[in-house]
């Protein structure tokens, strides 16, 4: 078969109608723009009420939603920020999540405009690695100390969903000792994001050990979708991505991760449409994104779109759209990436978001060239805004309070999909989180930290077994014996020991 048949045959429509609600999908963009003309001027008693169902852990209405999008006073915008991390804190506590992407192959059947890997973009070079090549890149991922990946696709039969399932396998086989000697690190988590596929090919996934499955909708407003990604590709069908979570949970992928590529259209309908989404997967399914992410479009290699769309998301829009997120949908985890500059990143890392990246790298076969995008410009999708090392990350967010989490237990022992989500609604998700963060951050100190981070770690980590004996719900749980006999066991070279 060649790439046209392939493409073709991808699309399987009764996994798009049988998602339908009375034939309509769940995004209507004349309800959008209702919702937001109803929300304008908004007044402050009403912000209020709103911002305290947020701190109740509660997913917000369309409605209430719309009218956090519309305010525009600076003091009730800092209000609005103020609650954000709390509810972050209470929700997520002080950590964060890092991870690293691994683009595994650039060849792609579409043509989104936007999109270095598109098609019609001769520039680029292709290529799709081989399994010793994601072997090498994965071992130089590993080298840096990261234990979570998010694997990356173009969308084209050399690279389907059997060739996504082989490199998983080889990831999850590639072990480095540590630098201390203390035995060996490898992924522990594979999270994917690559095209929107047919239950039976997600099924693949999910049997070779799938974490979470993330689909970026791009935009949620059918117009302009169509605009961006031409009619003939398997990328022109709309509704093929809407339900593309619909049928990774019907393939018993609970962990889902829903995003919107801000700059395509106005910012404020993309967040409608990410609410909208989260209410229909909660409506079918009883379970709700793990993560949102909002991607902003960066300059990508012979894309006029992606430096002069109309709709380009300035800073300011930017930090309003974080904090309407984190209020809007606060159960679920939110990414930002190394597309933005370290300084926003750390601002919003504040307020808003639950996890990162570092050290990355998107050129295919980067990691272990260790290039630097400006060395494979025709390998890369977009521009990346902060090249910095994981350690330089963790260093900065240590100083902030922040506790660095490779903490994959949640997903090994079955913490996911709805179980998750009523247990982080309750908070308790949390609080096992907060162990498993302290014992992988040890690992992380030891293994792999500089003295400079070392130094501001190990205080940082002080503070954390101080606060963790003298929280009641730990004793309570009797859960303090086997705690301190782990991070003893992880202190003296033993690793991967969760709770
Ligand atoms: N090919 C798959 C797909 O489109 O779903 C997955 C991989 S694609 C490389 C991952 C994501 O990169 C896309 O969903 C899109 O949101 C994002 N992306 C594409 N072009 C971008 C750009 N110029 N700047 C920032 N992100 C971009
Ligand atoms: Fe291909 Fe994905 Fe890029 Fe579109 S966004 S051209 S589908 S890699």
């Not at 399987?12 to 209507?28: M, N, R, S, T």
């Not at 998983?168 to 590639?174: K, P, V």
């Not at 169509?226 to 949970?249: C, Q, S």
């Not at 909208?276 to 399914?285: G, P």
Request: glycine share 8%; with cysteine; net charge neutral.
């Amino acid at each position: 078969m060649n790439a046209k048949e392939w493409a073709q045959q991808v699309v399987k429509p009764a996994e798009i109608e049988k998602y339908l609600i009375g034939g309509k999908d769940f995004i209507d963009p004349a309800a959008i723009a209702e919702d937001l003309a109803a929300g304008v001027r908004p007044d402050r008693s009403r912000v209020r009420d709103i911002l305290q169902k947020s701190l109740e852990i509660k997913i917000l209405t369309p409605a209430e939603t719309a009218t956090l999008l519309n305010v525009e006073e600076p003091e009730l915008l800092e209000e609005m920020r103020e609650a954000a991390f709390e509810v972050k804190r209470r929700v997520y506590d002080n950590r964060i999540v890092f991870f690293a992407p691994l683009y595994c192959s650039n060849l792609c059947v579409n043509n989104c405009v936007y999109c270095g890997f598109r098609s019609d973009n001769g520039a680029e070079r292709r290529h799709v690695l081989t399994m010793d090549e994601i072997r090498r890149e994965t071992e130089a991922v590993i080298d840096e100390g990261h234990k979570r990946l998010i694997a990356v696709y173009g969308e084209h039969p050399r690279s389907d969903a059997d060739y996504i399932a082989e490199s998983m396998g080889q990831i999850y086989a590639t072990k480095r000792t540590t630098p201390s000697g203390s035995g060996f690190n490898s992924i522990r988590r594979i999270n994917v994001n690559a095209a929107p596929m047919s239950i039976d090919d997600l099924r693949k996934l999910w049997r070779a050990g799938i974490g979470t499955y993330q689909v970026f909708q791009e935009t949620y407003h059918p117009d302009r979708y169509a605009e961006l990604h031409p009619a003939g590709t398997i990328k022109g069908n709309y509704r093929w991505r809407l339900y593309a979570m619909h049928r990774a949970i019907d393939a018993g992928i609970d962990d889902v991760a829903i995003g919107a590529l801000f700059g395509l259209y106005d910012w404020r309908f993309e967040v409608m449409g990410l609410l909208y989404h989260a209410l229909d997967l909660e409506r079918q399914f009883g379970i709700g994104p793990h993560t949102v992410s909002f991607p902003r479009m960066q300059p990508a290699l012979g894309s006029f779109v992606s430096e002069n769309s109309p709709y380009l998301v300035r800073d300011d829009a930017f930090r309003r759209l974080v904090t309407v997120l984190r209020l809007a949908i606060p159960y679920s985890g939110l990414i930002v990436t190394a597309r933005e500059r370290a300084d926003l990143r750390r601002e919003i890392i504040r307020y808003g978001c639950t996890q990162t990246d570092a050290s990355t790298k998107i050129g295919i076969g980067a990691y272990s060239e260790k290039k630097r995008q400006g060395e494979n410009a025709d390998k890369v999708q977009f521009t990346l805004g902060d090249e910095r090392s994981l350690d330089e990350v963790v260093r900065e967010l240590a100083q902030d309070g922040f506790i660095t989490s490779f903490c994959t237990a949640g997903y090994r022992c079955g913490r996911t999909g709805d179980k998750i989500m009523s247990l982080l609604e309750k908070g308790v998700e949390g609080r096992f989180c907060k162990l498993n963060a302290v014992l992988t951050f040890r690992e992380y100190l030891n293994d792999y930290a500089s003295p400079a981070t070392r130094r501001i770690g190990e205080e940082l980590i002080r503070r954390e077994l101080d606060e963790i004996e003298r929280t009641p719900f730990f004793t309570e749980k009797r859960l303090l014996p086997t705690f301190r006999s782990y991070y003893e066991r992880i202190a003296a070279g033993e690793r991967d020991l969760y709770m």
